[in-house]
């Protein structure tokens, strides 16, 4: 049962060190109540303490990993909306794989997947998991499956499996891998006995929330926390639903059967229908989502939303205040300045990399903000650019005394010039887009 903050106050040292972030006791008892700390925050904790209060400030959604090394870990939320605090584990986006498949197209498909990986705003993003579907009638082409995913992908797998004897052969084969088993019918004793034995995690189907709740019951009464839940509907805006109270109950109400992971499926096949559901899944509240195709366009989308919605909306994400080289700069090479915001600079780059010249790009500290907002709050003015360019020593480094700033901020210069004597500042285009187009039409020498 959920502690007060007073509760937890008593059980805390009181000597107001704030060593946890806080400057009291109090403090970090309250926001250990609203679910919104820690107790590994605080050092101090005695170990009486920490029996109480370990339990009581679990957190509402159990963490889940899949995999042996590196694992997905998944779940451990804490809010409903990104924007009351953040989001911690993304979800693992999987591609199903077929045992009906012929064995040199499967290969191939494992190749091709194995290869496929995006770079976005510094990440390499790549799908997570592959779903081995064991749809065919040959049981050895299950664990003939597992060997070559194996062979050529450490791609962490869910196993898809109806026949329990193939099933566990296929488990021998994963020892160490700690695989996630999606079973097909409700949770019986022989599948807890399965799973402890494999080191594996359980994906429970339910067609319903009541059976839902009763088979992860019974899996907490057995001891087995390593779940994640399947609301098995084709339609998606009751799984959308479903999804919903089950992550509010946990939440809001610490109904523990609902305290873990979600899986969805998509069945919708790919394009805008599969984008559609894998979309809203993602958003909510599916830690696991498995697409029935390998589709790079439907990847490269969900992958960007999942870094929109994954990020913590307190925190920019920023790329580290410096000049960049873009090729081979030499001092006599033409300088670019942007702000410190990660998606500006991988942008602005970009740009200026495709227009083929290498430049130099001094990324300001603008605590990870974009151009327009860092100049309306005052931190991409002359004054704070002047400042940071003596600061990187940019004048010792670089011969060239003109540079190009982002015609967002066209208004500062003026300002610049008068604070940075000897330099021109030359307006440049207000979309990165158009950097190869300016870079061809003005002189830049
Ligand atoms: Fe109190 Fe522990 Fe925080 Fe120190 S670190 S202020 S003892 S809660």
Known sequence: MALSGLEIFKLLPKTNCGECGVPTCMAFAMKLAQKKAELAECPHVSDEAQEVLGAASEPPIKLVKIGGKEPLEIGAETVMFRHEKTFYHQPGIAIELRTSEDEASFTAKIEEIEAYSVERVGEVLTPDLFLLSHDSDDPAGFTRAIELVKAKSGKHLILDCGDRSVLVKGLELLQGDHPAVLLGSPLSDGDLELAKANGASLILTGKTLEDLSAQAGKA????????????????????????????????????KPFGYPMFTRINAGSGVGALARAGVSLCKYASVIALPVYDKALLYTLFTLRQNIYTDPQKPIQVDPKIYAIGEPTPESPVFITTNFSLTYFIVSGEIENSGISAHLVVCDCEGQSVLTAWAAGKFVGETVAKFFKSIDVECQIKTRKVIIPGYASQIQGDL?????????????????????????????
């Open 220 to 255: 907490r009464d057995a001891g087995f926390n390593d779940i994640i839940l399947n609301y098995d509907s084709a339609n998606m805006a009751e799984t959308l639903q479903a999804n919903t109270i089950m992550r509010r109950s946990a939440l809001k109400k610490d109904y």
């Open 417 to 445: 010039e008068e604070k940075m004597p000897g330099w021109e500042a030359v307006v440049g285009p207000q979309e990165a887009s158009d950097i190869p187009t300016f870079i061809k039409n003005v002189d830049l020498s």
